[in-house]
């Protein structure tokens, strides 16, 4: 009989089955098992709206339980949590030194014999040369010493970092320390894997052919999905994983394949009932020389379609094509649009044959030269280092989720993760979106730069401060002034100068990136502006107008006619009061 008991938290296991009722917080990460709710998660991901939960969901420890009473299974207790992992990862990124904080530790390494050099000439100086005194010329020793500041020079850099990694971790934005936030600073180049990165992750069958449709006999849509489900039954591939699910859903009992071979890039060669099996692309019949054969024109227009198209063989021949898309993510194309806004180059990589990539590359505004095909899991770190050889100073970025992506992510100068990834992933990149929301990485590239800033203009004072204080402390305006710092003076200035440089870094908490509403509400209220054709004078969509660039201005057009018009006469038209 089950039995309902109160332990501390240190006592719980693996395992344990735990009750959380409304209102209070999960104690740590696990899944449910009972129930369903709306869990309050803007502590860990900095997503204000609440999400639901229901059985199988995951939910995280320290998350605040909102409408319903759940069982959950626990599944990480301790240090294995992910609040605790988090909490890690910020005290790491902290500790961790941009370049320009090494360049400040160099420079504060020959800093104070350098002063106690200077200190010493400008007593010898008053007292020898000068003979002003000893008295005077102790008080300039004094003044020298006391108003060089190498804290400021040591703080200037670690409290921007500091302040920067703390206001990211409250936004759902993990950095993983200086030389991170330094690096996306200057990013000109980002690359984005496609599955689970731009789409969704959650392919699924949207397109069947089989050898009946083609001849009136032979393979139906059962039979196809069996021996293509049976197949994949060995392989954790996504694509693989919804052929399954389909399978399924039609309610059919799938066999273990005998044999399984996974080739890399291409498919799998397996035994189903005595009979051999290849589920693939086209690469994989090619190199077992089966022929494609009637099916090339349906695969063609499968592929130009956008959709993943895949070749099943039974005994040496074609018996279907099945077809998987995988929807765009929705923040995608305003989170592409906004990085294109800040001129960097944006390429799409992707295993899918070039006339899918094209397709789903061009409902993301892609051109031909930045989509990225036909490239295989071990490529991807290869093709990001042949893009750091197209230019010298080439920083590129890259963002992406799965196991296959970790080296090309730790290639890439900046690899970003989406939170909703493999942990291999995570643990490799530099920047972890716990949301998973691209638009986050907008987000991240705004933080950093400001963060970046507030390094560069404190590294300034700081070096600005010692430059004009040191001398004038040594006496340098004493023959135009008649005036010699006094030491309290001097103190005061030295203290004002490290109060500065972290007053400046603790203004980026007042820094407040755009939420994901927000970011969509800017994006309606985009797509609602209208611009005015100089010609015919109508009202139209940017988005779907026609472009022409004169004198540095840019004129929209409903059509061809207009365009054409104005190009016969742009002077008539360039000061057109509504134009934009």
């Known amino acids: 009989m089950e039995k309902e008991i109160e332990i501390p938290i240190e006592e719980i296991e693996v395992g344990d089955i735990l009750v959380v009722r409304p209102g209070?917080?999960?104690?740590?990460?696990?899944?449910?098992?009972?129930?369903?709710?709306?869990?309050?998660?803007?502590?860990?991901?900095?997503?204000?709206?609440?999400?639901?939960?229901?059985?199988?969901?995951?939910?995280?420890?320290?998350?605040?339980?909102?409408?319903?009473?759940?069982?959950?299974?626990?599944?990480?207790?301790?240090?294995?949590?992910?609040?605790?992992?988090?909490?890690?990862?910020?005290?790491?990124?902290?500790?961790?030194?941009?370049?320009?904080?090494?360049?400040?530790?160099?420079?504060?390494?020959?800093?104070?014999?350098?002063?106690?050099?200077?200190?010493?000439?400008?007593?010898?100086?008053?007292?020898?040369?000068?003979?002003?005194?000893?008295?005077?010329?102790?008080?300039?020793?004094?003044?020298?010493?006391?108003?060089?500041?190498?804290?400021?020079?040591?703080?200037?850099?670690?409290?921007?970092?500091?302040?920067?990694?703390?206001?990211?971790?409250?936004?759902?934005?993990?950095?993983?320390?200086?030389?991170?936030?330094?690096?996306?600073?200057?990013?000109?180049?980002?690359?984005?894997?496609?599955?689970?990165t731009l789409t969704v992750g959650k392919p699924k069958v949207s397109a069947l052919f089989t050898e009946k449709d083609l001849k009136g006999k032979g393979f139906d849509?059962?039979?196809?999905?069996?021996?293509?489900?049976?197949?994949?039954?060995?392989?954790?591939?996504?694509?693989?994983?919804?052929?399954?699910?389909?399978?399924?859903?039609?309610?059919?009992?799938?066999?273990?394949?005998?044999?399984?071979?996974?080739?890399?890039?291409?498919?799998?060669?397996?035994?189903?009932k005595s009979k051999s099996v290849l589920i693939g692309n086209e690469k994989l019949m090619e190199d077992n020389n089966i022929s494609i054969g009637s099916y090339k024109a349906k695969f063609i227009e499968f592929q130009e379609q956008g959709i993943t198209t895949i070749l099943i063989s039974v005994e040496d021949e074609i018996k279907g094509i099945i077809g998987i898309s995988d929807k765009i993510k929705d923040q995608a194309p305003y989170a592409l649009e906004k990085l294109r806004e800040k001129g960097l180059e944006i390429f799409m990589l992707t295993g899918d044959n070039k006339q899918t990539a094209l397709s789903i590359g061009e409902q993301l505004k892609f051109d031909e030269q930045h989509i990225l095909a036909e490239v295989l899991p071990n490529e991807k770190a290869e093709t990001i280092k042949k893009l750091h050889e197209l230019e010298e100073n080439k920083v590129v970025g890259m963002v992406g989720d799965g196991i296959n992506d970790a080296p090309a992510l730790a290639q890439a100068d900046v690899g970003i993760a989406i939170g909703s990834g493999t942990d291999i992933a995570m643990e490799t990149a530099d920047i972890i979106l716990m949301r998973g929301d691209l638009r986050n990485v907008v987000s991240a590239i705004n933080l950093s730069k400001k963060t970046y800033r507030k390094m560069i203009t404190n590294l300034f004072w700081a070096f600005i401060y010692n430059i004009i204080g040191i001398p004038i402390a040594a006496g340098v305006l004493y023959y135009a002034t008649g005036f010699f710092l006094p030491p309290y003076l001097a103190a005061v200035f030295m203290a004002s100068s490290s109060v500065s440089v972290v007053g400046n870094a603790l203004f980026l908490k007042r820094y407040e990136p755009k939420t994901p509403q927000q970011l969509e509400e800017e994006r309606i209220l985009k797509s609602q502006?209208?611009?005015?054709?100089?010609?015919?004078?109508?009202?139209?969509?940017?988005?779907?107008?026609?472009?022409?660039?004169?004198?540095?201005?840019?004129?929209?057009?409903?059509?061809?006619n207009c365009e054409a018009h104005f190009k016969q006469d742009p002077e008539k038209f360039k000061n057109y009061d509504n134009m934009n």
């Open 221 to 272: 849509v059962d039979e196809l999905l069996y021996f293509a489900g049976s197949a994949e039954m060995g392989s954790e591939h996504l694509l693989g994983q919804a052929i399954i699910e389909e399978a399924n859903q039609k309610g059919l009992t799938l066999e273990i394949p005998t044999e399984f071979d996974a080739i890399l890039g291409k498919g799998i060669k397996t035994n189903i």
């Open 24 to 196: 209070e917080k999960i104690p740590l990460d696990g899944r449910v098992v009972k129930g369903k709710t709306k869990i309050d998660e803007s502590m860990i991901t900095g997503e204000s709206r609440y999400v639901k939960k229901e059985i199988d969901s995951e939910v995280i420890g320290a998350t605040l339980n909102q409408t319903g009473l759940i069982n959950i299974v626990a599944e990480k207790i301790g240090k294995d949590t992910l609040l605790f992992q988090i909490i890690n990862f910020v005290k790491e990124a902290q500790s961790k030194k941009a370049a320009k904080q090494q360049l400040a530790d160099k420079v504060s390494n020959y800093f104070v014999p350098a002063v106690i050099i200077i200190a010493t000439v400008a007593f010898l100086y008053w007292f020898l040369i000068a003979g002003i005194g000893l008295e005077i010329s102790l008080l300039v020793f004094t003044s020298v010493v006391v108003i060089s500041c190498p804290c400021a020079l040591g703080l200037a850099i670690p409290t921007a970092v500091m302040v920067g990694t703390g206001k990211g971790a409250e936004n759902g934005i993990l950095l993983k320390g200086g030389d991170s936030l330094e690096a996306i600073s200057k990013i000109n180049t980002i690359v984005f894997d496609k599955t689970g």
């Open 529 to 560: 502006e209208k611009v005015i054709d100089p010609v015919c004078g109508m009202e139209i969509d940017p988005q779907r107008a026609i472009e022409h660039e004169y004198q540095g201005k840019t004129f929209h057009f409903c059509g061809p």
